[in-house]
């Protein structure tokens, strides 16, 4: 497909005219298959990353119509769908590339999917799936970890969470989630070298910062605490472990009233931490 063409069709879908961009692209795949495939699912992805999922749907869907067996299609539509919060959506079109052929993010994603509908079994089940499929893939570590955390098997939760940042050392999450983990074991000084490599490699990671401010108060660091919880809160004002931990080094430092608004704050943020008082 040469460059005139591609840039008519692009030009075609920014202006809104995307029936018209589906014609041409279904006149043109016959000579060039790949080229089609590689546009539109291009095209498809940039509107999911400018949170347009009505254009990106319209456009993988165009294209499925046009190659009924293009995994990446229905990969990329499955992706907007779970950006999007639509599970079961994203969940068939995993399905779906999963029949046509393995693919370890495919796992990963409809792993995730399910986690958030509160499937853990499912979401363990594709995990492991994954890594079989590719043994190297850092998400499937990381999310496995995630859901031993959710079940109190530490130890495992921290075997993944290392394997995870071996695959890929720049991978923030596992580090500020591996530094919990430690917390729970009360290990404070592997919790905070591990908080200050997320934060080293993510410094707009706010979840990191409230966790090493947690961190932080298991020691007695009190000013420390509430410096990272501060930080934690101008990035996020809605995350809620930074307003809990917050008011729990206000409560020990005895500032009963501000710990009692961080509290009040948590709890509106999230209902669950009512059932954690200080």
């Given at each position: 497909?040469?460059?005139?063409?591609e840039?008519?069709?692009?030009?075609?879908?920014?202006?809104?005219?995307?029936?018209?961009?589906?014609?041409?692209?279904?006149?043109?795949f016959?000579?060039?298959?790949d080229?089609?495939?590689?546009?539109?699912?291009?095209?498809?992805?940039?509107?999911?990353?400018?949170?347009?999922?009505?254009?990106?749907?319209?456009?993988?869907?165009g294209?499925?119509a046009?190659?009924?067996?293009?995994?990446?299609?229905?990969?990329?539509?499955?992706n907007?769908?779970?950006d999007?919060?639509m599970m079961?959506v994203?969940?068939?079109?995993y399905?779906?590339?999963?029949?046509?052929?393995?693919m370890?993010m495919?796992?990963?994603?409809?792993?995730?999917?399910?986690?958030?509908?509160?499937?853990?079994?499912?979401?363990?089940?594709?995990?492991?799936?994954?890594?079989k499929?590719?043994?190297d893939?850092?998400?499937?570590?990381?999310?496995?970890g995630?859901?031993?955390?959710e079940?109190?098997?530490?130890?495992?939760?921290?075997?993944?969470?290392?394997?995870?940042?071996?695959?890929n050392?720049e991978?923030?999450?596992?580090?500020c989630y591996?530094?919990?983990?430690?917390?729970?074991?009360?290990?404070?000084?592997?919790?905070?070298?591990?908080?200050?490599k997320?934060?080293e490699?993510?410094?707009?990671?706010?979840?990191?910062?409230?966790?090493?401010?947690?961190?932080?108060?298991?020691r007695?660091?009190l000013?420390?605490?509430?410096?990272?919880?501060d930080?934690?809160?101008?990035?996020?004002?809605?995350?809620?472990?930074?307003?809990?931990?917050r008011?729990?080094?206000?409560?020990?430092?005895?500032?009963?009233?501000?710990?009692?608004?961080d509290?009040?704050?948590?709890?509106?943020l999230?209902p669950g931490?009512?059932?954690q008082?200080y």
């Open positions: 497909m040469d460059e005139k063409l840039e008519e069709i692009t030009n075609l879908v920014n202006n809104g005219k995307i029936n018209d961009a589906l014609k041409m692209a279904r006149d043109a016959p000579e060039s298959p080229d089609v495939s590689d546009l539109l699912n291009r095209i498809g992805c940039d509107f999911v990353q400018r949170r347009d999922y009505s254009t990106s749907e319209k456009v993988f869907t294209l499925i046009i190659d009924p067996k293009n995994v990446d299609a229905y990969y990329n539509r499955g907007a769908a779970l999007k919060g079961d994203a969940i068939r079109d399905n779906r590339v999963l029949e046509i052929k393995p370890a495919a796992y990963v994603n409809r792993g995730l999917a399910y986690m958030e509908k509160g499937d853990m079994g499912k979401a363990l089940s594709d995990f492991n799936e994954a890594l499929t590719n043994p893939t850092a998400d499937a570590y990381h999310y496995r995630l859901i031993y955390m079940k109190g098997d530490m130890e495992k939760a921290i075997e993944d969470f290392s394997k995870a940042v071996e695959i050392p991978y923030a999450e596992p580090y591996r530094g919990l983990a430690y917390l729970d074991k009360e290990d404070s000084k592997k919790a905070l070298g591990d908080l200050n997320a934060i490699l993510n410094p707009g990671f706010g979840l990191a910062y409230a966790r090493r401010g947690l961190a932080y108060l298991s007695g660091n000013n420390r605490a509430i410096m990272d919880c930080k934690a809160i101008r990035l996020d004002r809605r995350n809620p472990e930074a307003y809990y931990y008011g729990m080094a206000h409560y020990h430092d005895g500032n009963h009233r501000k710990a009692k608004d509290y009040k704050k948590a709890c509106s999230d931490l009512k059932d008082p």
